[in-house]
């Protein structure tokens, strides 16, 4: 299991491999991985920059929570989601999250449960520069 | 002292990221809330957080404990 947070610009697809390299053990066991990438959308080439902020130490605890709970609740061998935050442009890969497991079921859901559980609970906070001004992103559904 | 923090908009609104409260007695998350805001009324929509784990409005808190407050989340 990872977690990372990350001021750095990351290549998701590098990171995926660079963290499947260490998987060694897995090896012969692992059928199927499902990913997740999110990306930094320009919104019709209105928004120029973001600025993501969060909750240092609570972010990283969530997440790893959230990883423990999905190797618990379903049947995967491992857990990968790295996080940036600070200011990034349109294009810029957002967030990773990815699960390992002998059969797609499982990947999929275990997959499917980290983002959502990131995106409604993890504390992290968008705010968008767009013209000569920024707003927060509106969290309130 | 209980540590208090802010986060995103409520930390802009505030112009405060953190401060402390001074209590001997211990505190409800709403009665820290009611202390560093000079007792503006707790927005609805706010969420909690005590020693970084969801809590809410009526969780005590005592000294050496760290609470957030923030709005909604919106990350991924």
New interface residues.
């Given amino acids: 299991m990872k977690v990372e947070v990350t001021e750095n610009e990351f290549n998701p697809w590098t990171s995926l491999q660079a963290y499947e390299d260490t998987l060694v053990a897995q090896h012969g066991k692992c059928g199927a991985v499902a990913t997740f990438v999110?990306t930094m959308r320009d919104e019709g080439k209105t928004v120029q920059r973001l600025f993501?902020?969060?909750?240092p130490?609570?972010t990283e605890?969530?997440l790893h929570g959230i990883s423990e709970t999905a190797l618990q609740r379903w049947d995967i061998l491992d857990t990968l989601i790295i996080?940036r935050v600070g200011e990034m442009l349109p294009g810029d890969t957002?967030?990773l999250v990815a699960a390992w497991a002998g059969h797609r079921a499982p990947a999929f859901d275990a997959c499917r449960f980290l983002?959502e559980e990131?995106?409604?609970?993890?504390?992290?906070?968008?705010?968008e520069t767009v013209g000569e001004g920024a707003r927060?992103?509106?969290?309130?559904? | 002292m209980i540590a208090v923090?802010f986060?995103?908009?409520l930390r802009e609104q505030f112009g405060k990221s953190e401060i402390q409260v001074d209590s001997a007695e211990p505190l409800t998350v709403a009665q820290v809330w009611a202390l560093a805001c000079d007792n503006a009324p707790l927005p609805s929509?706010i969420l909690m957080?005590v020693n970084?784990?969801?809590s809410n409005e009526n969780r005590l808190v005592q000294e050496g404990d760290e609470v957030?407050f923030?709005?909604?989340?919106?990350?991924?």
């Fill in positions: 999110g993501l902020e969060h909750y130490g609570m605890k969530y996080h957002i967030v983002i990131l995106k409604s609970k993890a504390p992290f906070w968008k705010r927060w992103v509106n969290g309130i559904n | 923090k986060f995103a908009s929509h957080a970084m784990e969801y957030a923030f709005p909604p989340v919106t990350g991924g």
